[in-house]
Structures are given as structure tokens and as C-alpha cells.
């Protein structure tokens, strides 16, 4: 979406841009916080999660390389701080443009318009996705529909998995018990093989 920004009118931008290496776990923002300016992801992720006093989260999306962050477009539209958290999932390597550029592109590149705005649509489906699935489904058909999305083996925790839907640990390894038990996966120490994707996408379809 750069490409089409004459070369003067790019150079003047990025020379004002910050090229950002930050590592796995690093937080890029937090609630409340100032928007500092327009993210490009060129390696690594970003993920982006809502959490409550107790300590709960859940994850709203995750940002990957040639993406932007819609929550920091919106707190710069409309000039306000940040109601969630922004955390390297990986080591990231980020272009950091100023707000003062963000708004020259916005309103000068129809290029950069129609990919702030693609941006936008894609997260409003990916939000009200989760927020249907919060709300209609039960907590073993999200775990099992988040399983047959990865590939496996599956090294993560039980409570990064918890994390991405929003329970509690304690919930997530009874279930995934519930799965071995079945016959259905093998779990080990930060690792979860998958046997059975026809069952577990069986109930994820229910």
C-alpha cells in the first residue's frame, strides 16, 4: 500500500519512522495508555488482549507481518488511549510511523485509506466471530475449534490456551483431559498432539 506514495512524499515519511526490534513478551502498549504512533509489522506478532482485575484476558486478535493494529488506528482517529493490551507473542520487528504521518497518509493516499479501512472490516468479523462464539457456544467446542487450527504438535501451556479463550486454566486441562481421554489427543509438557481432527471438528461444527 506504500507503493503507490510518490518516492519524495515516502522518503519525508520513513525518515521520521522508527524501526523497532522488541522481543517475545515485550508489552507494546497497555490500557490507557497514549497512542505514540502507526505500527507496521514486518516480522513476529502482536497480540492484542483485554484484561480484567482478576487477572483473566482474552484475546481479541493477533496482529502478523504486512498488518497493522485497528485498535491504534481507532485510538488515533479519534485521539484517544488504548483499552486493551498490545503484546509480542514473538520477537517483532516493527515500523513505527509518527501520528503526524499516519494522518498526512490517511488523507493524502487512497492507497493507505483503503487499507486502514480493509483493515477495520477484517477485525469487526474476527470481533463479532469471537464475541458470538463467548456467547452461544460452550467452552469445549472453542477449545476444540482452536485446536484444529494449529498445527500440531501444539507447544504452548495450558494457560496460554486459556488465555486465548478467555478462561481459566484450571477449565482448559480438565477438558483437554477430556480429550485425551477420548482417544482424541496425547498430552505432555507444553505439548499437545493431535490424534483425532475429525472428532474434534465434530464437536467445534456442533
Known amino acids: 500500500m506504500l507503493a503507490e506514495v510518490p518516492a519524495a512524499k515516502l522518503d519525508e515519511l520513513l525518515a521520521q519512522a522508527m524501526v523497532m526490534s522488541l522481543p517475545a513478551g515485550t508489552t507494546v502498549f497497555d490500557e490507557n495508555q497514549a497512542c505514540q504512533g502507526f505500527p507496521l509489522i514486518l516480522s513476529g506478532s502482536l497480540r492484542v488482549i483485554k484484561a480484567s482485575a482478576n487477572g483473566r484476558e482474552l484475546q481479541l486478535y493477533r496482529v502478523i507481518p504486512g498488518e497493522s493494529c485497528i485498535l491504534t488506528s481507532s485510538c488515533l482517529l479519534g485521539h484517544t488511549r488504548y483499552q486493551a493490551r498490545g503484546i509480542c507473542e514473538h520477537d517483532v520487528e516493527m515500523v513505527l510511523l509518527p ?15 483503503s487499507y486502514v479501512f480493509h483493515l477495520f472490516s477484517d477485525r469487526l468479523t474476527d470481533l463479532m466471530q469471537l464475541v458470538s462464539a463467548v456467547a452461544f457456544q460452550k467452552l469445549d467446542q472453542r477449545l476444540a475449534a482452536l485446536l484444529i487450527t494449529k498445527e ?49 471438528n465434530r464437536l467445534a461444527s456442533n
Open 152 to 200: 500440531s504438535p501444539i507447544h504452548a501451556t495450558h494457560q496460554a490456551l486459556a488465555d486465548e479463550l478467555g478462561s481459566a486454566r484450571e477449565m482448559v486441562s480438565r477438558l483437554l483431559k477430556g480429550f485425551a481421554d477420548q482417544g482424541w489427543l496425547v498430552l505432555g509438557r507444553e505439548h499437545i498432539e493431535i490424534l483425532n481432527r475429525t472428532e474434534l
Open 99 to 113: 501520528a503526524s504521518a499516519f494522518h498526512v497518509l490517511l488523507e493524502s493516499q487512497s492507497s493507505f485509506r
